[in-house]
C-alpha cells in the first residue's frame, strides 16, 4: 500500500526540524498512542513506523536525500501488508481524515478483505470509523454540509455491513441527524443549474417536516434534528427564499393534507404568488379553497377572501368580506377611506400582494402590484366572464379599468389631497391614482399631479365624457354590460382611445419648466459644486435640482478634467455603488466606472441578496491629490471618511465597520471620449 504521506508529516514535525526535535517529537508520540481500542499489535506496528521515520529524518546523510528525492517528485510510503493497518491510523492521525476513511474502506472490501472475526478487521473498522466522522467535521467547517452526510452515510453502511462497533454507528447516525436542516439549506441554496440536488434536498425538507408532525411539530419535535420549534421556524424562514412558488404550493398541500393547518396558510398564499404572477386565475380560486378551511386561533380569513374576490372581479362580494371581518380597524378604515370603496378595497389588496404574498420565492422579485396588468391580461378576462357567465359577478371585468383608475374631477383632487394613512391606523398605501401616476412614469410638462389633474386637457376630457361615468355609477352596472354590450363595448372603447391619446401626446412632449437647466452655463456648474465643498474638503448632500445640474457633468467628456471633475467622477463611483449594495438601483454606475468593475459591484450584490443582506456605505472625500495625468490616464489619492453596514433582512446589524481615514488610489482612463474609474487600491 502507498501512503499520501511523507515521513515528516507521518512524525507530526516541520521539514525544517533538526534532528533533536525529530527525537524529541518520537518521543511524544509514542507516549501518546491512540486510546479508542485498537489491538497491541497494530499498535506496536505504528510505534515501529514512526521510529524508521525518525531514524530516516535524524541521520544527515539519508535524511538528504530522501529530501533530494522529494524535490525531484517522488511522494507517498510504500508500506508492506502486514503494516497497512498502521500506516493508516498514523494517516488518520495526521489529520488525513479523509484519505484514511477512503483507504480504510477500500481495505474492507473483497478480495483484499480481512479474515472475519480477525484484529486486522477489527482495527481497519475502527480507523473507518473514526477517519469517516473526522472527515465529516471538516466538510461541515468549510460548508460542505451535504458532503459531510454523504461521509456519515457511507460510515453508517459500512459498520452496519462488518456488524461492529455499535456505539461507533450510533455515534455517526446522531450526527447525521444534526446535520440535515444544514444538508438541506446546502442542497437548495446552489445554482439552479444544479437540479440533481434541489431535488434531493426538497425530498429531504418533506421527510423531516413529515417527521416532526407538520410545521408546528407535533411530535416532540426537538428530538428529530436537535432543533425546537423556534430554531425550526428561522431555519424554514432561510430556505424558503431558494424555493419557487409552483414548489412551495406542493409541498405545503402535501403537509396540509396530513394535518398542517399552517401548512395550508402558506398554501394558499403560495397559489395566489404563482397564479397572480403568471396570470393564473384558477389557481386564486384554488387558493379560495384551503382560506376557507383553515381553523387557527385568532385567524380572519375574510379581509383575504375579499382579496381574491376583487381580484377575480366580484367587487360586492368583496365588499361584503371586508364588512364581515372581526377586525373593527379594518372597517374603520374602510369606512373613512377618502374616496370610493372599490379604489379602498384595491389599496388594501395591493398593499397586502405586495407585503404578504410576493415574498418569500425564488422566482418572483417584484417591487410593485399593477392591478390594471392583472386585468387587462387576457387570461384573466377570459376567466372572469367564465364567472360572471354563471352569475356569480358584481362586476364585468371591461368596467373595472374605469373604476379603479378614473373618477369625476371632484373625486380626484380629494384623493389625491388625502391619504389613507391620515384617515385610518392601518398602514395603508397611497391612493387608487398611484400606480398609474408615478412620480418619473412619464415625462410631463405638469410639476405634479394635481397640476395635471387641474389642466385644461384633463378637464375638457372629464366634461365631454362624465354623463358616461355617471350612467356607470349610478347604475347596475353588470346589467349595463349585460344588455348593452354594443353600447358598451364602443363607450369603452371611446374613453380608453381619449384617455390613451392624451397620455401618449404628454409622454411626447418636452418639459417646459427644465430649459433653464439647459442654459447654465459651465462656470456656474462649477460654482454649485464648489459652494458644496465644506472647509474640510468632504461634501455635502446634492438635492434634486443640483442632482440635475451635476447629470450635465456625467459622463466625464471633458479633455482634460480639472480637479473638481476627477472629485466629482469619483463621487459618482462611490454613490452608486452604495445605491446597489443597498438594494437599490443606480443609473449612475455603469457611466463613471468600467463594466469589469460594474459588474464587480453586480456581482457583491447577488451574493448579498442570496444570503438575504444589503450593505449601507458612507464615503465622504476628506481630499484629493492627483499624483498622475496624461491624456488617457489620471491617478488620483483620495483619503475617505469611510463607515459600512451589513444589514439582514430583518433589519439587524450583523457588522460594522469604520474606517476615519481610508486612504485609496484611484485609477482613472479615458475609453474613446469618457473617463471612467478604471481601477482602485485600498489601504492605509
Same mark, same amino acid.
Given at each position: ?5 511523507? $515521513? ?46 525518525a ?15 522529494l524535490?525531484?517528485g ?50 481497519l ?8 466522522r ?52 446546502d442542497?437548495?441554496? #446552489? ?6 440536488? $434541489?431535488?434531493e ?10 417527521k ?9 419535535? =426537538?428530538k ?6 423556534n430554531?425550526?421556524?428561522l ?15 406542493k ?14 396558510f ?5 397559489l ?13 380560486? =384554488? ?25 377575480l ?14 377586525? =373593527? ?10 374616496? !370610493?370603496?372599490?379604489?379602498a378595497?384595491?389599496?388594501?389588496? #395591493? ?38 357567465s ?20 371632484q ?6 389631497s ?68 354594443? #353600447? ?29 437647466l ?13 459652494n458644496?465643498? !465644506? ?26 478634467p ?8 469619483? =463621487?459618482?463611483?462611490?454613490k ?13 454606475l ?18 448579498d ?18 499624483? !498622475? ?12 471618511n ?5 444589514i439582514?433582512?430583518?433589519?439587524d ?19 474613446k ?12
Amino acid at each position: 500500500m502507498e501512503l499520501p504521506i511523507d $515521513h515528516f508529516r507521518l512524525l507530526g514535525v516541520s521539514p525544517s526540524a533538526n534532528a533533536e526535535e525529530v527525537l524529541r517529537a518520537f518521543q511524544l508520540r509514542l507516549d501518546r498512542p491512540p486510546k479508542q481500542g485498537f489491538t497491541y499489535e497494530v499498535l506496536a506496528q505504528r510505534s515501529e513506523l514512526l521510529r524508521l521515520s525518525a531514524d530516516l529524518l535524524s541521520n544527515p546523510i539519508e535524511r538528504q536525500s530522501y529530501e533530494l528525492a522529494l524535490i525531484e517528485g517522488s511522494s507517498g510510503l510504500d508500506l508492506s501488508s502486514n503494516r497497512e493497518v498502521a500506516g493508516l491510523l498514523l494517516l488518520w492521525e495526521s489529520n488525513a481524515s479523509f484519505q484514511a476513511f477512503k483507504l480504510a474502506k477500500k481495505a474492507l472490501q473483497p478480495p483484499q478483505a480481512p479474515a472475519l472475526g480477525s484484529g486486522r478487521e477489527s482495527d481497519l473498522t475502527l480507523i473507518a470509523a473514526l477517519a469517516c466522522r473526522d472527515a465529516s467535521i471538516e466538510e461541515q467547517a468549510c460548508r460542505r454540509y451535504a458532503s459531510g452526510a454523504d461521509l456519515l452515510q457511507e460510515g453508517i453502511q459500512l459498520l452496519q455491513r462488518m456488524g461492529k462497533l455499535v456505539e461507533e454507528r450510533k455515534t455517526l447516525e446522531s450526527d447525521l441527524e444534526a446535520l440535515l436542516p444544514y444538508r438541506i439549506l446546502d442542497l437548495l441554496s #446552489r445554482e439552479k443549474e444544479d437540479e440533481k440536488s $434541489h431535488q434531493e434536498g426538497l425530498m429531504l425538507l418533506e421527510d423531516f417536516v413529515n417527521k416532526r408532525g407538520g410545521l408546528e411539530g407535533k411530535r416532540n419535535s =426537538e428530538k428529530i434534528a436537535g432543533l425546537n420549534q423556534n430554531d425550526f421556524e428561522l431555519f424554514f424562514l432561510q430556505i424558503r427564499k431558494f424555493l419557487t412558488a409552483q414548489e412551495q404550493s406542493k409541498i405545503y398541500v402535501n403537509w396540509f393534507r396530513r394535518g398542517s393547518e399552517d401548512a395550508g396558510f402558506l398554501a394558499a398564499f403560495a397559489l395566489i404568488a404563482s397564479g397572480f404572477c403568471d396570470r393564473k386565475p384558477e389557481l386564486l380560486q =384554488e387558493a379560495r379553497k384551503y382560506l376557507r378551511n383553515i381553523n387557527i386561533n385568532g385567524y380572519d380569513p375574510m379581509p383575504l377572501i375579499g382579496c381574491l374576490d376583487l381580484l377575480l372581479g366580484d367587487v360586492k362580494q368583496a365588499e361584503s368580506r371586508f364588512r364581515s371581518s372581526s377586525d =373593527e380597524k379594518l372597517k374603520d378604515w374602510l369606512d373613512n377611506y377618502p374616496g !370610493e370603496t372599490l379604489a379602498a378595497l384595491c389599496d388594501y389588496c #395591493r398593499n397586502w400582494l405586495k407585503k404578504d404574498v410576493l415574498v418569500g420565492f425564488r422566482d418572483i422579485e417584484i417591487q410593485t402590484v399593477n392591478l390594471d396588468d392583472w386585468f387587462a391580461s387576457k387570461e384573466v378576462q377570459i376567466y372572469v366572464e367564465q364567472l360572471e357567465s354563471k352569475g356569480a359577478l358584481g362586476i364585468a371585468k371591461a368596467g373595472f379599468s374605469f373604476l379603479s383608475s378614473l373618477s369625476p374631477e371632484q373625486q380626484i383632487d380629494s384623493n389625491l389631497s388625502n391619504s389613507p394613512e391620515e384617515q385610518a391606523d392601518l398602514p395603508m398605501p397611497g391612493g387608487a391614482l398611484d400606480e398609474i401616476l408615478k412620480e418619473n412614469s412619464f415625462k410631463s410638462p405638469f410639476q405634479s399631479k394635481e397640476a395635471f389633474f387641474k389642466s385644461e386637457l384633463v378637464k375638457n376630457i372629464i366634461s365631454k365624457y362624465y354623463s358616461t361615468f355617471e350612467l356607470i355609477k349610478n347604475s347596475d352596472f353588470k346589467s349595463f354590460i349585460l344588455k348593452r354590450p354594443i #353600447r358598451t363595448s364602443a363607450l369603452a372603447f371611446i374613453v380608453l382611445f381619449f384617455v390613451g391619446t392624451s397620455l401618449g401626446i404628454l409622454r411626447q412632449r418636452k418639459p417646459s419648466g427644465n430649459n433653464d437647466l439647459d442654459n447654465i452655463s459651465k462656470s456656474e456648474i462649477a460654482k454649485l459644486v464648489d459652494n458644496k465643498i !465644506e472647509d474640510n474638503g468632504s461634501t455635502k448632500i446634492f438635492n434634486n435640482k443640483e442632482k440635475q445640474v451635476l447629470n450635465k457633468l456625467i459622463p466625464l467628456t471633458s479633455v482634460a478634467p480639472s480637479n473638481q471633475d476627477v472629485k466629482l467622477l469619483i =463621487e459618482s463611483w462611490l454613490k452608486g455603488k452604495a445605491d446597489i449594495l443597498n438594494g437599490s438601483e443606480s443609473q449612475l454606475l455603469f457611466s463613471v466606472a468600467r463594466p469589469s468593475l460594474f459588474n464587480r459591484v453586480i456581482d457583491q450584490r447577488k451574493k448579498d441578496k442570496l444570503l438575504g443582506q444589503r450593505q449601507i456605505i458612507e464615503a465622504n472625500i476628506n481630499s484629493i491629490n492627483i499624483i !498622475e495625468r496624461s491624456d488617457k490616464r489620471i491617478a488620483a489619492d483620495v483619503e475617505l471618511n469611510y463607515q459600512d453596514k451589513m444589514i439582514s433582512s430583518s433589519g439587524d446589524i450583523l457588522s460594522e465597520t469604520v474606517i476615519p481615514s481610508l486612504k485609496v488610489r484611484y485609477i482613472l482612463g479615458k475609453n474613446k471620449k469618457t473617463w471612467l474609474v478604471v481601477d482602485y487600491i485600498s489601504g492605509n
